[in-house]
C-alpha cells in the first residue's frame, strides 16, 4: 500500500531552521507530483511547496526565499529545507504525492504530518 511518512519535525527558535523529509513507498516515485502542505490550528490546510516529476518547483507566497523544496528519485524521498523560521510558520506539515492525471491540489496521497513549532 502507499505510505507517505514525514519526519524532521520540532521546537525551533524564531530565525532557526529546519528540513523536513517525506519517505514514499508503494508507488512509482519517480512519476509523481510532490509537495508539501501544512495547518496550523484553527485554520484550513495550505499548499506551501510543490516539485513536478521534472523538478519545476512552485511555492506560496509566504515561504519564499525561505524554503526550498527538493526531491530525490534514487531515495523516493522528498524534503523541505524551512530557514528564516516566523512563528507563524508553526503547523503541521504533511506530505502528498499526486499520480499521473492527478492534480495535487485536487487529489492524492497524505502523509499523517509532522509538528513544526517556532517559538522562543
Known amino acids: 500500500q502507499v505510505q507517505l511518512v514525514e519526519s524532521g519535525g520540532g521546537l525551533v527558535q524564531p530565525g532557526g531552521s529546519l528540513r523536513l523529509s517525506c519517505a514514499a513507498s508503494g508507488i512509482i516515485f519517480r512519476i509523481y507530483d510532490m509537495a508539501w502542505y501544512r495547518q496550523a490550528p484553527g485554520k484550513q490546510r495550505e499548499l506551501v511547496a510543490v516539485?513536478?516529476?521534472?523538478?519545476?518547483?512552485n511555492y506560496a507566497e509566504s515561504v519564499k526565499g525561505r524554503f526550498t523544496i527538493s526531491r530525490d528519485n534514487a531515495k523516493n524521498t522528498i524534503y523541505m529545507q524551512m530557514n528564516s523560521l516566523k512563528p507563524e510558520d508553526t503547523a503541521v506539515y504533511y506530505c502528498?504525492?499526486?499520480?499521473?492525471?492527478?492534480?495535487?491540489?485536487?487529489?492524492?496521497?497524505w502523509g499523517q504530518g509532522t509538528q513544526v513549532t517556532v517559538s522562543s
Open positions: 502528498k504525492g499526486a499520480p499521473p492525471g492527478v492534480q495535487i491540489i485536487q487529489g492524492g496521497y
Open positions: 516539485i513536478s516529476v521534472g523538478g519545476t518547483t
